[in-house]
C-alpha cells in the first residue's frame, strides 16, 4: 500500500523572475486580548504561501494588533480593471495580487470575532478593521498600490456592509488620514478620560465616506480607513510620566502637523499606571526615530520627566522585501 499524503503540504508555488513589483499593507484590528479572534485572524493570514506576514505588533494596553504583510503585484499597464477598481483610460491598475484575497479572509475573520461595542482600550479606533495603509515595494508605484488599496476598500464594503474611508493617494484629492479621523471625531477619548470603548462614530456619518453605506452604521464593525502612503516606520517613546495632557504637550512639539519633525505624526497614550507613550508613525526619508527621541527628551527634560529610550514597532522596508522573498522563494 502506498503511503497516504492526504495531509502533506502541498509545494511552495515560487516566484517567477518577472514578479518585480511588491505591496505591502500594514492592517490594524481593534483587538490583541481576545486569544480567540487573534487566532482566527492569525489563521487566515496564512492561506496562502506567496503572502507573507513579515511582522507583527499586538499591546495589551492599547487593544490593538498590527499584521504587516508582503506579496506581489501584477499590473496591466493598458488599464484594464482588475475587479473593483477604476482607473482612467491607460493608466495602469493592478489586476491580481494574492494578498488582496488574505487580506479579505483576515477582515472576515476580525469582523466574525470581535464585536466592537464590547471592546476597549488605551488607543483610538472607529472599527473593528481600523485601517489599511498600503505601501509600494520594489518596483512598484504609487499608482499601482493605489489601485489596489481601491479595489480593497470595495471589497471590505461588500463583505461588511461598513463605511470606507481612502485617505493620501488612495483619495481623488490626497485627503490625510488626519483629516479624516478629526473629522469623524477618531481622537476624542470616550471612556474614563484617556481610554476609548464601544464605538466613536454617531448614528449619522458627519461626511460621506468614499464607500460603503453612508447612513447606516454598524456600531459591532465600526467604519475603515483604507491609504496609500511612502513606506511609514512605527516608533514609540515612554515618558514616566501618568498624565496624559501634560505628555500631549510634549507630543505638539514632534509632530509635524503643530510645526515640529517633518511628517511624524504622534499620539500621547496612556500606557500603564506610570507611563504614557509618545508613538509615532514618520516617514524616514524626512526624519528619524533618533530625532523623535532626541526632541522628545529635550521637551521632557525642561518638566523634569524622565524619558526611556523608545523602541521600533516594525521592520524596514528593505527588510521586509528580504523576509518575504526569503520565506516566498524557499524550497520546501
Known amino acids: 500500500m502506498e503511503p497516504h499524503h492526504a495531509n502533506k503540504p502541498k509545494p511552495r508555488p515560487k516566484l517567477s523572475a518577472k514578479h518585480s ?28 504561501p506567496q503572502v507573507v506576514v513579515v511582522s507583527q505588533f499586538g499591546d495589551h494596553h492599547y487593544n490593538r494588533f498590527r499584521y504587516t504583510l508582503v506579496s506581489y503585484i501584477v499590473v496591466d499597464d493598458d488599464g484594464v480593471d482588475g475587479g473593483g477598481g477604476s482607473s482612467a483610460a491607460g493608466e495602469a491598475i493592478v ?41 509600494p515595494v520594489g518596483q512598484a508605484t504609487v499608482e499601482d498600490a493605489a489601485s489596489l488599496a481601491r479595489q480593497v476598500a470595495s471589497d471590505i464594503a461588500c463583505i461588511a456592509a461598513v463605511p470606507v474611508f481612502l485617505y493620501a493617494a488612495a483619495h481623488p484629492a490626497g485627503k490625510s488620514v488626519g483629516a479624516v479621523r478629526r473629522e469623524l471625531g477618531y481622537y476624542r477619548p470616550n471612556y474614563r478620560g484617556n481610554q476609548w470603548s464601544g464605538s466613536v462614530l454617531p448614528d449619522v456619518l458627519p461626511v460621506k465616506p468614499d464607500v460603503g453605506p453612508a447612513h447606516v452604521v454598524s456600531h459591532k464593525r465600526g467604519a475603515t480607513t483604507v491609504g496609500v502612503t511612502p513606506w511609514i516606520e512605527g516608533y514609540n517613546v515612554p515618558v514616566l510620566c501618568k498624565d496624559v495632557a501634560t505628555v500631549r504637550r510634549i507630543t505638539r512639539g514632534v509632530t509635524g502637523r503643530s510645526g515640529g519633525l517633518p511628517t511624524v505624526q504622534a499620539l500621547a497614550l496612556f500606557h500603564g ?52 522573498l526569503k520565506i516566498a522563494c524557499a524550497d520546501d
Not at 494574492?98 to 475573520?109: D, F, H, S, T
Not at 529635550?298 to 527588510?319: F, N, P, R, S
Open 21 to 48: 513589483k511588491f505591496i505591502s499593507c500594514k492592517l490594524y484590528i481593534s483587538e490583541s486580548r481576545n486569544a480567540t479572534a487573534v487566532d482566527a485572524v492569525e489563521r487566515a493570514s496564512k492561506s496562502d
Open 95 to 135: 489586476v491580481h495580487s494574492p494578498i488582496r484575497k488574505v487580506l479579505l479572509a483576515m477582515m472576515e475573520a476580525a469582523f466574525s470575532s470581535i464585536d466592537l461595542e464590547s471592546q476597549s482600550g488605551a488607543h483610538p479606533r472607529m472599527g473593528v478593521v481600523d485601517d489599511l495603509s498600503f505601501h
Open 273 to 324: 499606571d506610570d507611563c504614557t507613550e509618545i508613538a509615532c508613525l514618520l516617514d524616514p526619508d524626512h526624519a528619524s526615530a533618533y530625532q523623535v527621541q532626541t526632541v522628545v527628551e529635550q521637551i521632557a527634560g525642561d518638566q523634569g520627566l524622565e524619558v526611556e529610550q523608545g523602541y521600533y514597532t516594525d521592520i524596514t522596508k528593505d527588510e521586509a522585501l528580504d523576509k518575504y
